[in-house]
């Protein structure tokens, strides 16, 4: 099976030609580029593949950070923290325009020093701001809109100085 899959790549439907080898990550590619199962087409017979042996090493891993409590899910935001701190977030946005209201209502990204979106899709004249941020950086698409692009927000009181303007 050959999968071919971009950043961003996402599909309604996917046909996935099975043949004898198929791995673990191949069906996984595959698979998230789906925007839903029911869009998911299969040909041959699918044969789930083998679990991992009992000494892979990725799975030693995981046992060994389950019995030492190695895992440890945690959620911070700055403003409840003490100390002053910079904290970035790096998104891949997948249409600036689209998700722009998630943006501006996240708590995650307004808590965020420095917020820096890409595939953004944007074009010069869109209108982006955000609220406590001014854009530090924008390079938006000049004639179609396409899966490129980037912008850079900064908290409004914070400074910066542009390397490349010096």
Avoid at 25 to 48: D, H, M, N, Q, R
Wanted: charge should be positive; include cysteine; proline fraction near 4%.
């Amino acid at each position: 099976m050959t999968i071919y899959k971009s950043q961003g790549g996402t599909y309604e439907k996917v046909v996935v030609n099975l043949k004898k080898g198929t791995t673990r990550s191949e069906l996984y590619v595959a698979c998230s580029c789906l925007t839903k199962a029911s869009g998911l087409y299969l040909i041959g017979g699918f044969v789930p593949p083998k679990p991992p042996e009992h000494n892979d090493s990725v799975a030693m891993m995981f046992k060994t950070m389950r019995s030492e409590r190695m895992i440890k899910f945690s959620l911070q935001f700055p403003e409840e923290s003490q100390g002053e701190r910079f904290s970035v977030i790096f998104h891949n946005v997948q249409s600036l325009n689209k998700n722009i209201l998630d943006v501006k209502s996240d708590k995650a990204f307004l808590s965020a020093s420095m917020i820096s979106l890409v595939e953004t899709w944007t074009k010069p004249s869109d209108s982006l701001e955000i609220e406590g941020f001014k854009v530090v950086h924008r390079r938006d698409c000049n004639d179609i809109r396409k899966p490129f692009d980037q912008i850079t927000y900064l908290k409004n009181h914070l400074k910066y100085e542009s390397i490349a303007e010096r």
